[in-house]
């Protein structure tokens, strides 16, 4: 589930910086995301950041983090340009980056 971020003070600042940067597309709003590993993916968007749990991976079942940033974009992606839910597209870019995780190779 989301919630406004109380976090680091850091990730906060930066989250809030760079969704104040200037676009050429003002059609929406800038978005920043910002994943953390197993800590909460910041959203910053329209003056706020929300938070959204990851999903805990047991330790044991981590075989190579390598890719899961990719991972996470594309399951993202999948949602945010079908204009689902933000809630939805953090969801299925932690579901993919979940499933990349437990294999080697980034397969």
Same mark, same amino acid.
């Given at each position: ?6 976090? /680091? ?7 809030? $910086?760079?969704?104040?940067? /200037? ?7 800038? $978005?920043?995301?910002? $994943? ?13 950041? $929300? ?33 689902? /839910? ?22």
């Amino acid at each position: 589930s989301a919630r406004v971020s109380s976090g /680091p003070w850091l990730s906060l600042s930066f989250s809030f $910086t760079f969704a104040a940067m /200037p676009k050429k597309n003002s059609a929406r709003p800038r $978005t920043v995301i910002f $994943t953390q590993g197993s800590a909460p993916v910041l959203v910053a968007a329209e003056g706020k950041v $929300t938070e959204y749990e990851v999903p805990c991976v047991p330790s044991s079942e981590i075989v190579d983090t390598n890719g899961a940033g990719d991972a996470f974009v594309g399951g993202f992606m999948s949602q945010y340009m079908q204009a689902l /839910p933000m809630e939805k597209a953090v969801a299925a870019g932690n579901y993919a980056a979940g499933v990349v995780i437990r294999r080697s190779g980034c397969t």
